[in-house]
T-cell receptor, first 114, second 109 residues
Framework: EAGVVQSPRYKIIEKKQPVAFWCNPI?????LYWYLQNLGQGPELLIRYENEEAVDDSQLPKDRFSAERLKGVDSTLKIQPAELGDSAVYLC????????????FGPGTRLLVL | RKEVEQDPGPFNVPEGATVAFNCTYS??????FFWYRQDCRKEPKLLMSVYSSGNEDGRFTAQLNRASQYISLLIRDSKLSDSATYLC??????????FGAGTRLTVKP
């Protein structure tokens, strides 16, 4: 079974430029998560989707970050404009959404903003 | 104060040693508990779930004390391949997972 797929794996951009990350969850997983992970820290939730509905976006900086999951399968996370402090690893995870079900992570996108 | 707190580490131990990691959480409504392992520049991967009665998977033993809001992970007979960062994870009843900052383990020959 294929795991969570993310692209690109690495991205280097200049500040103020836009950037987008893509995620395709494990087949059959209704719940999709976007996390941000800084060096030496654990992942921090940005947004959680149940099918196509964003059920928790309280930690998403909405002035510059946006996300969508239009058909309830793959998802895109966008930053516009990017700031130096956005340099981090952006992880996508998915789960079946059942109570207590664990999450499976993709390899992440490593973003460097210069 | 963070919702999930872990020993900061790093832990540097010789092969064959026994090492224990501790974790505390602040949300008493938390429902499920896990340990994840994260290798350098890789994604987190589930190591094991943690049950109230305690559970064991080979050389790994996890324990949960709900009254003290405390979780532990014990690794016996450490291998070089155990070198990684171990993340304590707490799940709320809405499937919202909160991660600790991780404890880094290095097992040396």
């Amino acid at each position: 079974e294929a795991g969570v797929v993310q692209s690109p794996r690495y991205k280097i951009i200049e500040k103020k430029q836009p950037v987008a990350f893509w995620c395709n969850p494990i087949s059959g997983h209704n719940t999709l998560y976007w996390y941000l992970q800084n060096l030496g820290q654990g992942p921090e939730l940005l947004i959680r989707y149940e099918n196509e509905e964003a059920v928790d976006d309280s930690q998403l900086p909405k002035d510059r970050f946006s996300a969508e999951r239009l058909k309830g399968v793959d998802s895109t996370l966008k930053i516009q404009p990017a700031e130096l402090g956005d340099s981090a690893v952006y992880l996508c995870a998915s789960s079946k959404g059942l109570a207590g079900e664990t999450q499976y992570f993709g390899p992440g996108t490593r973003l460097l903003v210069l | 104060r963070k919702e999930v707190e872990q020993d900061p580490g790093p832990f540097n131990v010789p092969e064959g040693a026994t090492v224990a990691f501790n974790c505390t959480y602040s949300n008493s409504a938390s429902q499920s508990f896990f340990w994840y392992r994260q290798d350098c520049r890789k994604e987190p991967k589930l190591l094991m779930s943690v049950y109230s009665s305690g559970n064991e998977d080979g050389r790994f033993t996890a324990q949960l004390n709900r009254a003290s809001q405390y979780i532990s992970l014990l690794i016996r007979d450490s291998k070089l391949s155990d070198s990684a960062t171990y993340l304590c994870v707490v799940m709320r009843n809405n499937n919202d997972m909160r991660f600790g900052a991780g404890t880094r383990l290095t097992v040396k020959p």
